[in-house]
């Protein structure tokens, strides 16, 4: 029988700079609220434009790299799951909340309001828990690079030719 598929795909610009706690056994955990907006028109045929909030948890490494390098207005695009969870406060109050725990980042070039410009560094997940960066030069994700041309053998000069 088939596992379940619990996967979340995000595009969107963090609402506030990264917020980074350790746990007691050192791992970083890093929390961002990332915005996502999409436009509709309603029946009068006005574009109507919504915004979506998610709160998005990143563990270890990833949680170290999107803590030093994401700041407010910066573009993302994230790759993870859903979790959702619940607890009782002092209060007795019942408490709900969903997260988006992230398996990749990519930061994507541009920066909201913040102006300047981003990295364009992707990173993932490992199962070990560590994190292997790897460059793409476009916001979609996995696409290899194509390859690389050998270069010609230059044995046609000689060491008078170095300027140094």
């Known amino acids: 029988m088939a596992r ?7 595009v969107g610009n963090l609402g506030n700079d990264p917020d980074v706690k ?3 056994g050192g791992m970083a955990v890093t929390t961002i609220s990332l ?11 006005n574009q109507q434009e919504r915004t979506e909030w998610h709160r998005v948890k990143f563990f270890g490494k990833l949680g170290e790299i999107a803590g030093e390098y994401l700041r407010k207005g910066s573009q993302v695009y994230v790759e ?23 398996d990749e980042m990519q930061m994507l070039g541009g920066r909201g309001e913040g102006g300047g410009g981003g990295g364009g560094g992707n990173y993932e997940r490992s ?10 030069e476009s916001a979609a994700p996995r696409r290899q ?3 690389q041309q050998p270069q010609p053998a230059m ?6 030719d170095i300027p140094f």
Not at 80 to 102: C, L, N, P, Q
Not at 127 to 136: F, I, Y
Request: charged fraction near 30%; proline fraction near 3%.
């Open 80 to 102: 993870g799951s859903i979790r959702y969870d619940k607890f009782t406060g002092s209060d007795g109050v019942e408490k709900y909340f969903t997260d988006i725990v992230a």
């Open 145 to 147: 690079a194509p390859a």
């Open 155 to 160: 044995d046609d000069f000689s060491d008078d």
């Open 22 to 24: 350790y746990t007691q």
């Open 127 to 136: 199962a070990g828990g560590g994190q292997r960066p790897q460059r793409q």
């Open 4 to 10: 379940g598929i619990n996967k979340v795909i995000l």
């Open 35 to 45: 915005a996502t907006s999409s436009v509709r028109k309603d029946k009068d045929g």
